[in-house]
């Protein structure tokens, strides 16, 4: 089944421990979308500014990525973010955002896109997040993701986004900031009383889990010797598992699981390099082969 | 097969958020006793002050646990532990300790003890555990935990009993700090060039992998709503793994899995409660079901 999604297009400078990379492509819609294009056919909607490297778009042609509504926007500029990774990379400092283009009205969904039945709203504005969603009144599964940014800026905006959602991903911190609730398993508890039936809390390095009206996954990460740019981990992962659920169409618990699980594994490649690198040099053969390595790692 | 611990008994003072305890029984190979006592007979070798108080044998006979190493050594005193959490719960501060009888000769090994095969030096001075693997020449398997103050005061000793141990079990900032390596996976693999087999690296809340030359295994924690209080969680964790490796005699990967997954829901029960309270109300029965529950949570 197709999935679809919409977030950010970024230019990214990241400055890590492992070194540097200066004006590469970021933005939470295009880890998750060459993610999910592992599994199923991804469509995008979004935009960038007329200051986006035209060798870029080189990179989305590598996936299966459908670029009918990707719009280059005369007169506008693309969403920048500008950070550094602590020596333990596991924190990281933003030193500069400008939201540019992700500030302004998504572009128009395009017609052929709206029997879309899988929805990711990857972290954007939640105003922009919830226009697309309008937009696909046959939807199966919409799930979204947030930072913190949102949740401190747009909580009202945020808090009707929960309500017509089925999923919701985002960190740890991002999910005690939104519930002031300090034990994470209660944090997402209380997302769900706020409207999605479940809740993905992503831990970095310490794995991920989801809480479900009936049940709860537990999932570490893949352990990676060799972290060169954590950068759209969270994104990966999240393209990963949307892109496992629009293919199988199981969203069962045990579903949930294995796509968690995939997610897990398209993270753990990407940031073995800086921006998309890694991601372009693998295959689905590659992912099940460490598919199958995790799941010998905690079989029980 | 029955099983030797040697390692602290304490009478601990714990604050945290959720309550306080004064004067509570502690120390490493008390927690580590009653959690492998579930699965296989625990012997203990280890000393306390006059100053014990003796209701805290009632704890020691709810568990099958052979006191016949423990002396109560006249005019020394009780090793005594003083600690703070932090509101998050992962966070502690020592506020105090006072090494007192664990700073003197370990008692002598009774007859009957020295055909263990299966011998857990829990965390307390390398000397003290050096000397106890002493006893041991039928030993099948010997593994160790340590500590931040022993990695910085007594580090030749550390690395002299690393070389005649076939796993070590220590926390992620410890196995960091032994290594000076960041990565928590290379930190594991700088160890086993350091002489044990495998190595266990403890993440608390975040849960638990070992790096053995064969394989890797990690595995998330059980997903707690309700920590009263971490003491003793890393000391209860090692003893179940233990145990259920002393019980089965099964040491491959496989054996390891299980054992560190038993390990884990032991330390997912004995956090529900101050001291040993929670360990004193269930029986092998609540571990199998929660065993499986765990199993179901991250099965692929």
Redesign the interface.
């Known amino acids: 089944m197709p999935l679809i999604v919409t977030g950010s297009i970024g230019i990214d400078s990241v400055q890590a421990p492992t070194g540097a990379a200066e004006d590469v492509l970021g933005g939470s819609c295009v880890y998750f979308a060459a993610a999910a294009s592992f599994f199923t056919p991804v469509r995008l909607v979004a935009a960038v500014g007329d200051d986006f490297p035209p060798h870029f778009m080189d990179t989305f042609r590598r996936f299966r990525i459908d670029l009918a509504g990707l719009e280059r926007r005369a007169g506008s500029k693309t969403f920048r973010w500008r950070g550094k990774y602590h020596?333990?990379?596991n924190q990281r400092d933003t030193l500069s955002v400008e939201l540019n283009v992700l500030a302004e009205s998504l572009p128009p969904v395009p017609h052929q896109f709206r029997d879309s039945e899988y929805i990711f709203l990857a972290n954007t504005h939640p105003a922009g997040q919830l226009d697309l969603l309008a937009n696909f009144p046959h939807r199966k599964l919409a799930v979204a993701d947030t930072m913190d940014l949102w949740i401190e800026t747009q909580r009202p905006t945020l808090l009707e986004l929960l309500t017509k959602i089925d999923g919701l991903v985002l960190n740890d911190s991002e999910a005690v900031m939104l519930t002031e609730e300090?034990?994470?398993?209660?944090a997402a508890?209380k997302i769900l009383t706020m409207g999605p039936k479940f809740v993905v809390v992503k831990?970095g390095?310490?794995?991920s889990?989801l809480i479900h009206k009936d049940?709860?996954?537990?999932?570490?990460?893949?352990?990676?010797?060799?972290?060169i740019d954590p950068t759209g981990a969270g994104d990966s992962f999240a393209g990963g598992m949307m892109g496992c659920l629009a293919a199988t169409g199981d969203l069962s618990l045990t579903g949930l699981?294995?796509a968690m699980?995939y997610g897990t594994v398209v993270a753990s490649y990407n940031i073995e390099a800086f921006s998309l690198e890694r991601m372009k040099q693998i295959e689905k053969s590659h992912l099940d082969e460490r598919?199958l390595k995790?799941?010998?790692?905690?079989?029980?």
Chains 1, 2 share one sequence.
């Open positions: 020596e333990n990379m300090l034990n994470i398993i209660r508890d831990k390095e310490h794995g889990l049940g709860e996954i537990v999932l570490p990460a893949f352990p990676a010797r060799q972290v699981r294995r699980a598919y995790f799941q010998r790692m905690m079989a029980l």
